[in-house]
């Protein structure tokens, strides 16, 4: 069983900078896909980016992509969300997410909610205008 806890939200100014981090259990941390996601009140679980197991892959959403790095580091079991820029809209509750072996095909990017077992509480990340 993996377990996942993210920590780092707060609230920021517009414009300012946040980092996120995902700590997980498990022997295997390499080999898993990691992904993070947003809700926002009232909306659905939204994609936000997803990292390969070693590293040296990486996706992002539209919404994000220029402003927002995902990096890990396998040796402490920890993935992060680095976030620029900061906008009012990227307020939401943010989760990071693992996929263990077997592993999905990447033909849809692991940018869906179904394509990962496992999941943590999620971290508050409030943007003020």
């Known amino acids: 069983q993996v377990q996942l806890v993210e920590s780092g939200g707060g609230l920021v100014q517009a414009g300012g900078s946040l980092r996120l981090s995902c700590a997980a259990s498990?022997?295997?941390?390499?080999?898993?896909?990691m992904g993070w996601f947003r809700q926002a009140p009232g909306k659905e679980r939204e994609f936000v980016g997803r990292?390969?197991?070693?590293?040296?892959?990486?996706l992002y959403a539209d919404s994000v992509k220029g402003r927002s790095t995902i990096f890990r580091d396998n040796a402490k079991n920890t993935m992060y969300l680095q976030m620029n820029s900061l906008k009012p809209e990227d307020t939401a509750v943010y989760y990071c997410?693992?996929?263990?072996?077997?592993?999905?095909?990447?033909?849809?990017?692991?940018?869906?909610?179904?394509?990962?077992?496992?999941w943590g509480q999620g971290t508050q990340v409030t943007v003020s205008s």
């Open positions: 997410a693992a996929d263990a072996p077997p592993l999905r095909a990447y033909s849809g990017g692991y940018r869906l909610p179904g394509e990962y077992d496992y």
């Open positions: 990292i390969s197991p070693s590293g040296i892959t990486t």
């Open positions: 498990g022997r295997t941390f390499s080999s898993y896909v």
